[in-house]
């Protein structure tokens, strides 16, 4: 991008004092924005040659007052040089503030993200999982892409980010990258969280992103209906691979356990409460939130068959998460169940079709998945929600006749 500067010594009349003298100003002009500052010297109307911007004549007064004038324009050459040599976009206030040695604390977008990440990746294994500081790696990249496609530069100053960054990143992502509004919202949000530590962090005054409303999506949730659920339950199958994949997925559609959850579970996460009912016990590690959930009979035998009690370590049979979704495509098609079956379906079909359909409130729906609050649940889980309560509506009606 070509920039026009242009720079302008001048009397500020109106701020004449009692010695009947006037500051001299300078007027720093950047592509049609001004920025105006007093230079701190100050003459008589007489002395001031309007033309050459200088002070008349060679006296020693003169040639002190043309000497500063000179070298403030040199300096503010040198500053509109140095931020133009680095590629990013730039305003008068910012060649200014360079000038004046005031951006010491000058930052960037993809530079908050860097501060971000690094100290998430410092709390890997405390406050956060690895796939959380993965996402956040993937969303500054998704960031930097979009920074250089949208407006040809390699990074972008957070002074100069307003509201309208977030609806032309909304844009970029939907046409170009063709993702879905809910991924849309979801990257929003994870820029929006890296422009409140640098508003905390003093990098920027206030939020430019306060105002922006997040776009409704509802998504569908997928998940396996009582039919698809007892012939997957039901199928024999010739392979053994196959066949524990199948379990593993039973297994979490009858306790809500995501892969990570699933794949590594051990009697340490086993308890017997004092009514004889097994429980489940462990931190999730998407949310880092505990989780409580009863060991159902349907789970309870996939436990046993694969050696459960008097098995040490892991009590299921383990493979990538790749892998077993790779595995549940064949499932699908072998048993024939028209979906695209992933392992976090299994989550999906114990909150909807095992407890939900079965009208389990959905206040314990919401504690049993480890949800922080009943409304996840309830906007996740809307169809399903409002299925059952017709049915107890249905009920209620029947009883009141």
């Not at 909304?170 to 530590?197: A, F, G």
């Not at 504690?367 to 009943?374: A, R």
Request: with cysteine.
């Amino acid at each position: 991008m070509v920039h026009n500067i242009h720079i302008l010594f001048f009397l500020y009349r109106s701020k004449t004092n009692e010695k009947g003298t006037m500051p001299i100003f300078c007027r720093l002009t950047l592509n049609g924005k001004r920025k105006q500052f007093s230079t701190g010297f100050f003459l008589k109307e007489s002395n001031w040659n309007g033309q050459t911007q200088r002070y008349r004549g060679t006296s020693v007064d003169a040639q002190h007052v043309n000497s500063g004038l000179e070298s403030i324009r040199v300096q503010l050459i040198k500053a509109y040089n140095a931020i133009a040599k680095e590629g990013s976009v730039f305003t008068v206030e910012q060649v200014y503030n360079r000038f004046a040695e005031k951006d010491k604390e000058y930052k960037t977008l993809l530079q908050a993200f860097e501060y971000h990440n690094e100290k998430m990746k410092e709390l890997v294994g405390k406050d956060y999982v690895k796939a959380t500081y993965d996402k956040f790696v993937v969303i500054q990249n998704h960031v930097e892409e979009f920074i250089k496609c949208e407006y040809k530069l390699s990074d972008y100053p957070l002074s100069e980010i307003k509201l309208k960054f977030l609806h032309d990143l909304d844009h970029y992502l939907k046409v170009t990258k063709r993702h879905n509004q809910n991924t849309i919202n979801k990257v929003i949000e994870r820029v929006k969280k890296v422009m409140k530590i640098a508003v905390g962090n003093g990098w920027i005054v206030s939020d430019p992103f306060v105002l922006y409303q997040k776009k409704k999506y509802v998504k569908e949730v997928v998940f396996l209906s009582s039919i698809e659920l007892k012939k997957l339950e039901t199928h024999k199958f010739a392979q053994d691979r196959l066949e524990a994949v199948r379990d593993c997925f039973i297994f979490s559609c009858y306790t809500g356990l995501a892969y990570n959850e699933a794949s590594q579970l051990s009697t340490d996460h086993l308890q017997l409460d004092d009514n004889g009912l097994l429980w489940i016990e462990m931190i999730r590690q998407k949310t880092q939130r505990p989780v409580s959930v009863p060991v159902l009979p349907k789970a309870m035998k996939v436990l046993k068959k694969y050696g459960y009690p008097g098995k040490e370590g892991l009590l299921l049979p383990v493979i990538s998460n790749q892998k077993m979704n790779s595995y549940l495509k064949e499932v699908a098609e072998v048993v024939g169940i028209g979906k695209h079956l992933t392992h976090h379906i299994a989550r999906k079909t114990f909150a909807s079709t095992v407890l939900l359909n079965n009208d389990i409130p959905v206040e314990i729906v919401s504690f049993l998945l480890g949800h922080s609050k009943t409304t996840t649940t309830e906007q996740h889980y809307a169809k399903v929600v409002k299925d059952s309560v017709i049915r107890h509506v249905r009920n209620l009606n029947k009883r009141l006749k």
